[in-house]
Structures are given as structure tokens and as C-alpha cells.
């Protein structure tokens, strides 16, 4: 899609990248996040994407105290100048996000929320999700389920849940800023944990756009989404496109 307005006119748009978690499911205590793909960190992957967009105007990454020399460090070597601030992370997910989304410009109207460890995201889908954000107030990338999915009672499969009313959700999740201001201060005024920020907004009566999302746009968590990941790239999937 094309961006239909003059560059002059767009709003302004942050991108929060929460980076602060702590890999135990890729094992050996790594940070899956500083793991190359085809000699190249997956975090910095992540990074070039939104610097090489031209509607994302800066970019927060929230992460561990420990981290931030290493990140710093990532962002000169590639080049990565949209980021402007390192946030240290809080207790939960939910509270690091909130934490970025407080550190944002004040100029933001839109927030874009992405996992740090999704690095293939297509420049074609982060544009997408952003327009129709605007358009509708929030967006979030959906991608349908392949499995069937059941339902279970005391260990035992009760039933067919369709698939044709499910999907599967992915980042960047972008929100009005005060929408996701609002959703974050009542999870964490009420103790919430929700899964991802949609479900946040959700809990605050906020309709959530589905925009079409990429199974390339995939979330490395265990060794085997690395392999995966590496797969597409050798496919040529190009997420710059």
C-alpha cells in the first residue's frame, strides 16, 4: 500500500520495542535477542526494520539494566538512529510496555508496539498496520490458524473450537497513544496481566482492527523458530521490501 498523505501532514508515530525478557525457553541462559540470523543480531533485524520506515518517527527499546551498553552498542554498529531512548523494563510485560509507551515524544499520537524478537516482519505489513491503525484507532496483524483446535476438560478433548473464528495474533500492535495509555493504566491499576496490549485495550471497550499479518512475521522463542527463521531468509524473504 502506499501512504496517501503528504509527508508534512502524517502524524507522528513511536515504535516501542519491549526487550526485556529473559530467553528461558531458547535455553543455555542466552539472550536469544544478541542470536545471529545470517550474521546478524536478531534484535538489530528487528531495529532496521522500523529504522528503514519511513513513517516511524522513533523508537523506544525497554530492556534490562544489563543490557543497554550491548544495545547501544548494536544500534552504532548498524547504523540504527531512531532509537532514542533505552528504558529499563519492570516486573511484567505489561508494566515494561507501560514504561515505554511514558517515554514516547511527546509529539506521538500513534504507538507502535513490537516484540524485539520478531525480526522478519515485512516493511509491507508494518505499513499496513499502521494505516489502518489511523484509520480505525488500533490494528493488530492476525494471521489465521493452521491446527485444529479443541477444547479440553479434565484432560479429555471435549469438542471443535472453529477455526474460522480464531486467528492468531502478532506485533507491531498499534494503538491511538491515548488508547493504550488508558488500557495499561487499568491493567496496572487493577493488577492485570493480559497477554498482549490488545487484550489491554480490549479490557477498556477498545475495538482492535485485524489487519491480514505474515507467517514470516513469526516470534523467535525456542531453538526451532531460529531454524525457521533462518529458512525464510534463505528463501529470500525479504522483510526491507
Not at 519511513?54 to 544500534?75: H, N
Not at 510496555?97 to 505489513?125: E, F, K, S
Not at 478433548?157 to 491511538?176: E, K, L, N, Y
Request: a neutral charge.
Amino acid at each position: 500500500m502506499r501512504w496517501k498523505k503528504k509527508t508534512e501532514d502524517r502524524p507522528y508515530i513511536s515504535a516501542v520495542i519491549p526487550a526485556a525478557g529473559t530467553s528461558s525457553r531458547m535455553g543455555d541462559g542466552c539472550n536469544k535477542l544478541l542470536l545471529e540470523l545470517d550474521g546478524v543480531p536478531i534484535l538489530a533485524r528487528t531495529l532496521l526494520t522500523f529504522e528503514r520506515c519511513p513513517l516511524i518517527d522513533e523508537v523506544i527499546v525497554v530492556c534490562r539494566e544489563t543490557d543497554m551498553v550491548a544495545y547501544a552498542r548494536l544500534c552504532a554498529a548498524f547504523g540504527i538512529t531512531k532509537v532514542r531512548q533505552q528504558v529499563r523494563g519492570g516486573q511484567t510485560r505489561t508494566e515494561s510496555v507501560w514504561r515505554g509507551v511514558q517515554a514516547c515524544d511527546a509529539r506521538a499520537a500513534y504507538i507502535a508496539i513490537h516484540d524485539g524478537a520478531r525480526p522478519l516482519l515485512p516493511q509491507a505489513l508494518l505499513r499496513q498496520v499502521l494505516a489502518d491503525a489511523i484509520t480505525y484507532g488500533a490494528a493488530a496483524p492476525l494471521v489465521p490458524v493452521k491446527d485444529s483446535i479443541k477444547r479440553l476438560e479434565d484432560g479429555f478433548i471435549q469438542g471443535d473450537v472453529p477455526r474460522a473464528a480464531i486467528a492468531a495474533v502478532q506485533t507491531p500492535q498499534v494503538f491511538q497513544r491515548a488508547h493504550i495509555q488508558n488500557a495499561l493504566d487499568n491493567a496496572l491499576k487493577k493488577g492485570l496481566s493480559p497477554t498482549d496490549d490488545c487484550a489491554a485495550a480490549e479490557l477498556i471497550g477498545v475495538r482492535v482492527y485485524a489487519t491480514a499479518g505474515s507467517y514470516v512475521n513469526l516470534k523467535i522463542t525456542t531453538p526451532e523458530d531460529l531454524w525457521t527463521a533462518q529458512a525464510f531468509l534463505q528463501e529470500g524473504q525479504d522483510t526491507c521490501e
